[in-house]
């Protein structure tokens, strides 16, 4: 999976007409971080994640992902493939979700 999610914080945000600079307030950040974001330099945290899709008023798929929903691949499942390479068939798909829900599990709880 290509990393769609600094592409569309870009897209999403020229499509509501507002600026790094009216974003990062609506989100509580500086413009300098939204601009990280839309380069691919950095990502944000999950809590920042949900307040972008209320400011963007989308979907944390749509965000992430560029698609309104994700779609199941019924031809192969990590749980009818539980072998390694099933699993890192997953974390292919889903890295970024699991790279920022475990930052937001260390900074919360370590």
């Known amino acids: 999976m290509d990393n769609k999610f600094s592409s569309q914080l870009t897209k999403l945000r020229k499509k509501e007409q507002l600026s790094q600079t009216d974003l990062a307030s609506k989100v509580f950040v500086t413009r300098q971080s939204i601009s990280k974001w839309e380069r691919g330099e950095a990502v944000p945290d ?15 798929n749509e ?20 072998s390694i390479e099933g ?23 370590l």
């Open 46 to 60: 999950l809590n920042t994640l949900l307040k972008l899709t209320e400011a963007l008023s989308v979907d944390l």
């Open 63 to 82: 965000l992430v992902f560029g698609t309104k929903e994700i779609t199941a691949d019924k031809s192969k499942s990590v749980n009818e493939n539980p």
């Open 87 to 109: 699993i890192w068939n997953w974390l292919s798909e889903y890295w970024l979700p699991v790279v920022v829900a475990i930052m937001t599990f260390c900074i919360l709880y």
